[in-house]
């Protein structure tokens, strides 16, 4: 069954320093997003990608965010300089260009800023 | 604004009894609801969903969830719990053109052996 992955699963990375979280949707998906989870709190949506540009974003998704689909697979978010209050479980999802679907989500990565 | 209010944070069940997990959403439009199970240190999988027509759908697992548009309620239950249902269940209203997800904050099941 197709799944959507995410790469790495856990990354510690210091105050300041710049992350890339990657992930790999399903193949034939057309919308993709990031979501977060910080630690005991609820799933929080940050930002939808389609057509290759954004398509919507939340207050959270600031200038220290970005998106990129760099070739025809991969689907990355970075956070430039990231801080402490960044340490959270983010989730990448795809869906098809369908609007009887689901969001596919992938394991998630937990990023720990320190 | 859309938003999702699940008021039970944690709920503690004995294995075999039956469970009710409560979900109230607020959109203005029909909604499109959907219940996710997040297990310990895994990701968000989906247990089930309703778009339109019966009211009353179907999950894996077991569940079921209930639509109810006079109570603006989605609520998910299953008939037997499992000890292997201990998790985080999330009901989530899809928001937009574009399938983003709105949270509710979650209800953790405890299930006591």
């Known amino acids: 069954e197709p799944e959507v992955t995410q790469t790495p699963s856990h990354q510690v990375t210091q105050m300041g320093q710049e992350v890339i979280l990657r992930c790999v949707p399903i193949?034939?998906?057309?919308?993709f997003y990031w979501y977060r989870q910080i630690l005991g709190q609820k799933v929080e949506f940050l930002v939808s990608?389609?057509?290759?540009?954004?398509?919507?974003k939340s207050e959270i998704f600031d200038d220290q965010f970005s998106v990129e689909r760099p070739d025809g697979s991969n689907f990355t978010l970075k956070i430039r300089s990231t801080k402490l209050e960044d340490s959270a479980m983010y989730f990448c999802?795809?869906?098809?260009?369908?609007?009887?679907?689901?969001?596919?989500f992938g394991q998630g990565t937990r990023l720990t800023v320190v | 604004a859309q938003s999702v209010t699940q008021p039970d944070i944690h709920i503690t069940v004995s294995e075999g009894a039956s469970l009710e997990l409560r979900c109230n959403y607020s959109?203005?439009?029909?909604?499109?609801l959907f219940w996710y199970v997040q297990s310990p240190g895994q990701g968000l999988q989906l247990l089930l969903k309703?778009?339109?027509?019966?009211?009353l759908v179907q999950g894996i697992k077991g569940f079921e969830a209930e639509f109810k548009r006079s109570q603006s309620s989605f609520n998910l239950r299953k008939p037997s719990v499992h000890w292997s249902d201990a998790a985080e269940y999330f009901c989530?209203?899809?928001?937009?053109?574009?399938?983003?997800?709105?949270f509710g904050t979650g209800t953790q099941l405890k299930v006591e052996l």
């Open positions: 193949s034939n998906h057309l919308y």
């Open positions: 989530a209203v899809r928001t937009g053109g574009g399938n983003k997800l709105t």
């Open positions: 999802a795809s869906t098809p260009d369908s609007p009887n679907t689901e969001a596919f």
């Open positions: 990608f389609y057509n290759n540009e954004i398509s919507e």
């Open positions: 309703y778009f339109s027509g019966d009211t």
């Open positions: 959109y203005g439009a029909t909604p499109y």
